[in-house]
């Protein structure tokens, strides 16, 4: 099933009642399901979050919601976790405040430059998108978010080439 804005809400409400009796967690969540809060139309498969593993109290209740819900076992991971930004700070901003669950989503600028990292096709689209939201348009100025939040030893010709592709798309894509 794939999540939109409203699916999103409803599952992190099932997450926090399955969450019962547990310690209080605190999510960030990335990708395409921090698009969607964002971008009304975005829908997304999963819900990537910045976390460096899960309690077993918290992979049980996501594994429980998966089935109840008819999502896959993996609809919420911490796949992001390999590109989390170790030198950009993120503005968090709640999203969701649950009894037992906070859900928050970082600054634009964060998501952006974990897309540019990844740089894979399917990201180009959310890749324009947050370009637009954050008026960072130019190829100079995306390599310079991507360099504060990672390295300039990272930048590789791939990323270089899906950041021209940002460039030329930007202010010709309907997005």
């Known amino acids: 099933m794939q999540l939109g804005q409203k699916e999103l809400l409803e599952v992190f409400t099932h997450l926090d009642e399955e969450l019962d009796g547990c310690p209080y967690s605190e999510i960030l969540v990335a990708g395409g399901a921090a698009i969607a809060f964002w971008w009304n139309d975005k829908r997304t498969w999963d819900v990537d979050v910045v976390v460096d593993g899960f309690p077993n109290y918290l992979s049980d ?13 993996r609809w919420m991971n911490n796949a ?6 170790p030198t950009l700070s993120t503005n968090r901003t709640r999203i969701f405040n649950g009894r037992n669950l906070a859900i928050f989503l970082p ?14 096709d399917k990201d180009l689209e959310d890749a324009i998108f947050l370009a637009r939201e954050t008026k960072t348009m130019i190829a100079e100025e995306l390599e310079r978010l ?6 300039s030893q990272l930048l590789s010709d791939d990323i270089k080439d899906f950041i021209v592709a940002i460039e030329e798309n930007v202010e010709t894509s309907g997005i």
């Open 61 to 73: 209740a996501i594994e429980i919601v998966a089935e109840r819900q008819a999502l896959h076992l």
């Open 80 to 85: 992001a976790i390999g590109i989390r930004l």
């Open 107 to 120: 600054d634009k600028q964060y998501v952006l430059a974990m897309k540019l990292y990844a740089h894979r």
């Open 146 to 151: 991507f360099n504060k939040a990672y390295s």
